[in-house]
């Protein structure tokens, strides 16, 4: 089992659409939450990092569950430009860190 | 201002020869990390420089991968006697500090390609 685990994907969407994505990390010592955006053979870009009490950014919103060990992404109103793979990411460690990166989820917004 | 950035963009080599990537990172970014992505494939964390330091080398996937920075800025991967399992993009990150809540920077990677 992957240490960081996310939906396999891909979701077809239409425009205007919610689209929800999950995560669920198996570390419990795991510390920092993050959201990252990948375009196609382009490298990943943050997108949120995500706090226990929840974060909106415009039509993004990212929440964090500890003891449920899950993360999620909503994303409202979906526009074209919002397809891209998003990568949920951990960080674990003190002192020293490791960066874990999840398999990612593709999504595609057709007009 | 300049982001991270990665030479060569895109690197073709036989079997068994050596290669060597290079990242710049962003100016003042004390932390540098060295990631690989295969096709379609998650991103594998291969090492992270805290300044000049490496102090967990644990990710790196065999002996014949090694990572030196200079001057707490470039830094160089080198894979020795290539397989064509390296082939991937490496990518570089840096963050402002090395903590795990940093926000972590991309260059654009080095796709290799081992023939």
């Known amino acids: 089992r992957k240490e960081v685990e996310q939906d396999p994907g891909p979701f077809n969407v239409p425009e205007g659409a919610t689209v929800a994505f999950n995560c669920t990390y198996s570390n419990s010592a795991s510390q920092s939450f993050f959201w990252y955006r990948q375009d196609c053979r382009k490298e990943p870009k943050l997108l949120m990092s995500?706090?226990?009490s929840g974060n909106e950014d415009g039509r993004f919103t990212a929440q964090l569950n500890r003891a449920s060990q899950y993360i999620s992404l909503l994303i409202r109103d979906s526009k074209l430009s919002d397809s891209a793979t998003y990568l949920c990411v951990v960080t674990r460690g003190t002192g020293g860190f490791k960066t874990i990166f999840g398999a990612g989820t593709r999504l595609f917004v057709k007009a | 201002g300049a982001g991270v950035s990665q030479s060569p963009s895109n690197k073709v080599t036989e079997k068994g020869k050596d290669v060597e990537l290079r990242c710049d990172p962003i100016?003042?970014?004390?932390?540098l990390y060295w990631y690989r992505q295969s096709l379609g494939q998650g991103l594998e964390f291969l090492i992270y420089f805290q300044g000049n330091s490496a102090p967990d080398k644990s990710g790196l996937p065999s002996d014949r991968f090694s990572a030196e920075r200079t001057g707490g800025s470039v830094s160089t991967l080198t894979i020795q006697r290539t397989q064509q399992e390296d082939s991937a993009v490496y990518l570089c990150?840096?963050?402002?500090?090395?903590?795990?809540?940093?926000?972590?920077?991309f260059g654009p990677g080095t796709r290799l390609t081992v023939l």
């Open positions: 995500v706090y226990s």
């Open positions: 990150a840096s963050s402002l500090a090395y903590q795990g809540s940093d926000t972590q920077y």
């Open positions: 100016s003042g970014h004390t932390a």
